[in-house]
């Protein structure tokens, strides 16, 4: 079985992700620019039943235009953003690929709110192979 291992850079947050991540994409909206002082976010969903943590991330909350409570969770030492949820699918947790000690392990297939793109950012995907889902 999978198992995706990861955490903040000083090492206060650590989390575990055991199974196959759902979806993972790059997100280039402005909310994920500011999070992560970036370009854009590489992200999975995950299970939230299948996320542990250990240390205890602080959070802050923003309210999307949706009307559902996004949450952010970072490092309160280095400040390193980890994951997110959403009162819009609270069985999913959203984890930060750059958070996972590889991040290469997750591959992003979609690129999301590429309406918010900075002129600069050239965040690429690999392209879909024939009959590919
Ligand atoms: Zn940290
Ligand atoms: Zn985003």
């Not at 590489?42 to 299948?50: D, L």
């Not at 996004?70 to 490092?75: D, L, M, Q, S, Y």
């Amino acid at each position: 079985m999978s198992v995706l291992t990861g955490g903040c850079a000083c090492g206060a947050v650590r989390f575990t992700a055991t199974g196959a991540p759902r979806f993972a994409f790059i997100c280039q909206c402005r909310d994920c620019q500011q999070m992560t002082g970036s370009d854009h976010a590489a992200q999975f969903a995950h299970a939230a039943e299948a996320f542990a943590l250990e240390g205890r991330p602080a959070h802050w909350d923003r309210q999307s235009a949706a009307g559902f409570t996004v949450r952010k969770f970072f490092c309160a030492t280095c400040g390193a953003p980890v994951y997110g949820t959403t009162s819009r699918a609270p069985d999913i947790v959203m984890v930060l690929a750059e958070a996972l000690d590889d991040p290469a392990a997750i591959t992003p297939t979609a690129i999301v709110y590429g309406e918010e793109r900075i002129t600069w950012d050239h965040a690429s995907v690999p392209a879909r192979s024939e009959g590919e889902a």
